[in-house]
Nanobody, 121 residues
Framework: QVQLVESGGGWVQTGGSLRLSCAAS????????MGWYRQAPGKERELVAGISSTSVTKYGDSVKGRFTISLDSVIHTVHLQMNSLKPEDTAVYFCNAGIWTTENDPLQDYWGQGTRVTVSS
């Protein structure tokens, strides 16, 4: 079994910063990628940022230049530094990871339970 444990959500005023972290643990043979998605009330889940095991990154258009994703491959932990936060960044943020649990099993997708970020105007 694999668990993703998120931390760092909370409340912040417009223009403020927050740092989210997500640690993967359990039966991990290898990590292909980790990332963050978010879902605001009444909206679909969308990509915020992702990073591969080779440190290739991708960002959603709305967060480019404000958010930075990083990966500590040794401890299977991904961080999301969020700066210049806006009210429209308010959402539940979900950690996602593509993980192999053994060398013979296919890559599987795992999700955290979500951490809430609220940005007040």
């Amino acid at each position: 079994q694999v668990q993703l444990v998120e931390s760092g959500g909370g409340w912040v005023q417009t223009g403020g910063s927050l740092r989210l972290s997500c640690a993967a643990s359990g039966s991990i043979f290898g990590v292909n990628s980790m990332g963050w998605y978010r879902q605001a009330p009444g909206k679909e889940r969308e990509l915020v940022a992702g990073i591969s095991s080779t440190s290739v990154t991708k960002y959603g258009d709305s967060v480019k230049g404000r958010f930075t994703i990083s990966l500590d491959s040794v401890i299977h932990t991904v961080h999301l530094q969020m700066n210049s936060l806006k009210p429209e960044d308010t959402a539940v943020y979900f950690c996602n990871a593509g993980i192999w649990t053994t060398e013979n099993d296919p890559l599987q997708d795992y999700w955290g339970q979500g951490t809430r970020v609220t940005v007040s105007s």
